[in-house]
């Protein structure tokens, strides 16, 4: 399967602080999604980004497939940032592999 | 649109016993899968349906089942129940295959 690896695992910010967060994928890169997992499980949609770059808000993200990575920007970060985020790819057929997440913690 | 509904959202059984959870995925979208996260591995992939098939299956024990309905919806079963099989437990649905997914709340599942 595909090898997914987040980086970094943990990070702690001032609000109003940027940070980026980036994904390396042992294969080619098919429909990598971002996702951020709120504090009661739920994995909510960021970004469905197989190439390119994308904006919505204070986040963006950009997938360079040909170098097999991504990345996540947040700006401006908020408290209500705080939690996991995910990024993801499938196989050629629909499985998704996880990376471990980076957890994100915004301090007032 | 309503998005991706998991019942129940929270579960206890004791080891032994088996559950079945639901799972109905977005309006018009065909594929479901299953996913199991805990503290320990992660967020690792169960099974995956598309039009009442099985598609894709995880490394998972046989004590793991599914099945998926001519509405879409798709439930799984877990039968004799380990402290192990304790975790959430998460359902995606799409279009497709090679489309974006979308998670439900999931359902939390303690095993005494």
């Known amino acids: 399967g595909i090898q997914v690896e987040q980086s970094p695992p943990d990070l702690i910010l001032q609000e109003g602080a940027n940070s980026t967060l980036r994904c390396n994928f042992s294969?080619?890169?098919?429909?990598l999604q971002w996702f951020h997992q709120n504090p009661w499980g739920q994995l909510i949609n960021l970004f469905y980004?197989?190439?390119g770059t994308k904006q919505n808000g204070r986040l963006s993200a950009t997938t360079v497939a040909t170098e097999r990575y991504s990345l996540l920007y947040i700006s401006s970060s908020q408290t209500t940032d705080s939690g996991v985020y995910f990024c993801?790819?499938?196989?050629?057929?629909?499985?998704?592999?996880f990376g471990t997440g980076t957890s994100l913690t915004v301090i007032p | 649109k309503a998005g991706v509904t998991q019942t129940p959202r929270y579960l206890i059984k004791t080891r032994g016993q088996q559950v079945t959870l639901s799972c109905s995925p977005i309006?018009?979208?065909?594929?479901v899968s299953w996913y199991q996260q805990t503290p320990g591995q992660g967020l690792q992939f169960l099974f995956e349906?598309?039009?009442?098939?099985?598609?894709n299956k995880g490394n998972f024990p046989g004590r793991f089942s599914g099945r998926q309905f001519s509405n879409s919806r798709s439930e799984m079963n877990v039968s004799t129940l380990e402290l192990g099989d304790s975790a959430l437990y998460l359902c995606?649905?799409?279009?497709?295959?090679?489309?974006?997914?979308?998670f439900g709340p999931g359902t939390r599942l303690t095993v005494l």
């Open positions: 995606a649905s799409s279009l497709a295959g090679g489309y974006e997914q979308f």
């Open positions: 294969d080619s890169v098919n429909n």
């Open positions: 980004i197989p190439s």
């Open positions: 993801a790819d499938t196989n050629t057929g629909n499985q998704f592999y």
């Open positions: 309006s018009g979208h065909r594929s």
């Open positions: 349906y598309f039009s009442e098939t099985q598609r």
